[in-house]
């Protein structure tokens, strides 16, 4: 019961006068940075419903960067011309 005497007297004092606590102007920037972000994140997801795209801007089938060519080449099995190495 003693431990207990103890917990309630720390914790009816409060933090000590050289303690520093982020206290209202702490909560108010956080909660603005948080309302702000709300509305930052509306107007994106609203700019990106605008967003229209057609039928030939379709990235779905579009060949990885790495992709070899598969058109044939126009030079290949001409005369004079050397074949590229595989």
């Given at each position: 019961?003693?431990?207990m005497?103890?917990?309630?007297?720390?914790?009816?004092e409060?933090?000590?006068a050289?303690?520093?606590?982020?206290g209202?102007?702490g909560?108010i920037?956080?909660?603005s940075?948080?309302v702000?972000l709300?509305?930052?994140?509306k107007s994106?997801?609203?700019?990106?419903?605008g967003i229209?795209?057609?039928?030939?801007?379709s990235?779905?089938?579009a060949?990885?960067a790495?992709a070899p060519?598969?058109?044939?080449?126009s030079?290949?099995?001409?005369?004079g011309?050397?074949?590229p190495?595989?």
């Amino acid at each position: 019961m003693n431990s207990m005497n103890a917990l309630v007297t720390l914790a009816s004092e409060g933090p000590a006068a050289d303690t520093v606590t982020p206290g209202v102007l702490g909560f108010i920037a956080v909660a603005s940075v948080g309302v702000a972000l709300y509305f930052l994140m509306k107007s994106m997801r609203k700019r990106l419903d605008g967003i229209q795209v057609g039928p030939g801007d379709s990235r779905a089938g579009a060949e990885p960067a790495g992709a070899p060519d598969t058109e044939p080449d126009s030079t290949a099995g001409a005369p004079g011309t050397a074949s590229p190495p595989p």
